[in-house]
């Protein structure tokens, strides 16, 4: 299913409309009346429980119809498990959505360049998304020539917006 017919690619908002796809928690079986949903471990959780029970969920419902992205994943400096289990963790996620076609939505705090360095090595078919990007167009093109796209939320650099190409720039409220 193509993400170009969300009008907002990333919310946490479980009671959001239908042109919307809610990251769904894991907590929270996805299973309702959720219409289009995105899965995945945050960056903040991977400190958290049995990753390795909670990658195998993520896989098990990757193939849902309903599961039209792959994440909330990625990495964060600040928060989370250290840097070096987080990648692995997010590597997992990116080869999930590779095996079942369905774009990454990237957390990334003080680490997009190192996704960006991850994307040019891994050069994925699908696209990696990096959600609530408020950088400046200089940071902004190098992760595109690295192979991502970015999503803009509310709060964004409008010259960014400007120089980030229709085909890889995604809308969205990251809405609680």
């Not at 219409?35 to 909670?54: E, K, L, R």
């Not at 999930?96 to 939505?105: D, H, M, N, S, T």
């Not at 991850?118 to 408020?134: E, K, M, N, S, T």
């Not at 650099?157 to 980030?164: D, F, Q």
Request: glycine share 6%; with cysteine; net charge negative.
């Amino acid at each position: 299913m193509p993400l170009r017919q969300f009008s907002d690619i990333h919310s946490h908002c479980l009671s959001a409309g239908a042109d919307t796809i809610i990251n769904v928690p894991l907590h929270i079986d996805p299973w309702g009346d959720i219409a289009h949903f995105s899965y995945g471990i945050h960056p903040w959780d991977t400190a958290d429980a049995d990753i390795d029970a909670m990658l195998t969920r993520v896989e098990a419902l990757a193939a849902d119809p309903r599961v039209v992205a792959i994440g909330e994943t990625g990495l964060d400096a600040l928060r989370g498990a250290p840097l070096d289990v987080q990648e692995r963790i997010f590597l997992r996620h990116a080869a999930i959505a590779e095996r079942v076609g369905k774009p990454l939505i990237i957390h990334a705090v003080r680490t997009a360049a190192r996704i960006a360095e991850l994307c040019r090595l891994q050069r994925p078919a699908v696209p990696w998304i990096i959600h609530g990007f408020r950088g400046k167009p200089q940071f902004a093109r190098q992760l595109l020539a690295a192979g991502l796209s970015l999503s803009l939320g509310t709060i964004h650099n409008p010259e960014t917006a400007a120089i980030v190409p229709p085909g890889r720039l995604y809308r969205e409220t990251d809405a609680q």
